[in-house]
């Protein structure tokens, strides 16, 4: 997470898409590219907001 908000790397559950994701990238601070935890889907979202944090990046993986 970064200033209380989802970020690259951590795993969250898309309430507008039904279902879970990792943040792959965030482009101009706004839209969240997900990609799928399982497979090789990938989509958008746009508000972030609608994005709820279910394993962050540091306890998906240790450094």
Avoid: C
Avoid at 31 to 42: C, K, N
Wanted: charged fraction near 30%.
């Amino acid at each position: 997470m970064k200033d209380g908000r989802p970020w690259v790397g951590d795993q969250v559950h898309d309430e507008d898409a039904g279902r879970e994701g990792i943040v792959s990238d965030v482009q101009g601070g706004s839209v969240y590219i997900l990609r799928s935890v399982h497979g090789h889907d990938q989509w958008q979202n746009r508000n972030g907001d609608r994005l709820k944090v279910t394993v962050s990046l540091q306890d998906r993986v240790r450094f």
